[in-house]
Nanobody, 124 residues
Framework: QVQLVESGGGLVQAGGSLRLSCAAS????????MGWFRQAPGKEREFVAA????????YYADSVKGRFTISRDNAKNTGYLQMSALKPEDTAVYYC?????????????????WGQGTQVTVSS
């Protein structure tokens, strides 16, 4: 069992930056791949970024590539999503999630554990 808690969301102007954190507790965080997803009002949850166990492999949605950076610090049991050049269309609740394998890492249905989400609002 892994418990995930996101933090770092908030209100930011377009063009600004935020860093989201995902603190993990329970089983060894380093044995899980981690992903970030987001859900805007009236829309389905969508993949944002993911990272393998050792951070050697990273994956990004086309919509955030070049603007967002996913990372992890296994010693601190924490994952991060650095978001830059934010746009109003990035407004959503952001969730971190964990899974045992990197198979289908962009698919939310394959994740085993989820955080409660943190709101990110980008004003124009």
């Amino acid at each position: 069992q892994v418990q995930l808690v996101e933090s770092g969301g908030g209100l930011v102007q377009a063009g600004g930056s935020l860093r989201l954190s995902c603190a993990a507790s329970g089983r060894t965080f380093s044995s899980y791949a981690m992903g970030w997803f987001r859900q805007a009002p009236g829309k389905e949850r969508e993949f944002v970024a993911a990272i393998g166990w050792s951070a050697d492999s990273t994956y990004y949605a086309d919509s955030v590539k070049g603007r967002f950076t996913i990372s992890r610090d296994n010693a601190k049991n924490t994952g991060y999503l650095q978001m830059s050049a934010l746009k109003p269309e990035d407004t959503a609740v952001y969730y971190c999630a964990a899974k045992h394998t990197i198979v289908d890492i962009t698919q939310d249905t394959t994740y085993d554990y989820w955080g409660q989400g943190t709101q990110v609002t980008v004003s124009s």
